[in-house]
């Protein structure tokens, strides 16, 4: 139930050629308090409801509970989400011993490329693409809560 991730802005495109997968993604926010987020997320065929706490003062960890629903029953809970709903389609590559999560984003966050990678400790060494750029971890501009409140394109 801990997460521990780094996060990047990506430099080009050229992480779509090595993506093995990608979904599109609609989500909102039913909480986005700093200390607690709760979101509703809609994939291509699936729902989740997911509970974070507050990050770490690294930025690195933070607890995560997540749970499968029904397309069905996320869709209207997505309704009930505060204003600024997040659109991104989230491609899935293979880089040494990771799998580095790369979203693009649409609507007020287009323009906005942002990988993560999941690691088991916050010193883990790992692989690091060429097309990985700055590093943005803890940056809580680039909280998908965050931007939803404050697109990408207000900044």
Not at 4 to 18: G, P
Not at 75 to 91: A, M, S, V, Y
Request: contains cysteine; negative net charge.
């Amino acid at each position: 139930m801990q997460e521990i991730e780094r996060k990047f802005l990506v430099n080009s495109e050229a992480f779509k050629e090595e993506a093995y997968k990608s979904t599109r993604i609609s989500q909102g926010f039913l909480n986005s308090n700093k200390l607690r987020t709760v979101r509703i997320r809609i994939t291509d065929d699936k729902g989740f409801l997911t509970i974070k706490g507050k990050s770490s003062v690294s930025g690195l960890s933070r607890l995560e509970w997540e749970t499968e629903i029904s397309k069905a029953e996320a869709k209207p809970l997505l309704l009930l989400c505060e204003p600024g709903q997040i659109e991104k389609t989230r491609f899935y590559i293979n880089v040494g011993e990771h799998i580095f999560e790369v979203d693009e984003f649409y609507g007020e966050n287009q323009g906005l490329i942002v990988a993560e990678v999941e690691l088991s400790s916050e010193d883990e060494v790992f692989e690091k693409p060429d097309w990985l750029g700055k590093e943005v971890t803890g940056d809580v501009k680039y909280y998908n809560s965050m931007l939803s409140k404050q697109p990408y394109s207000k900044w």
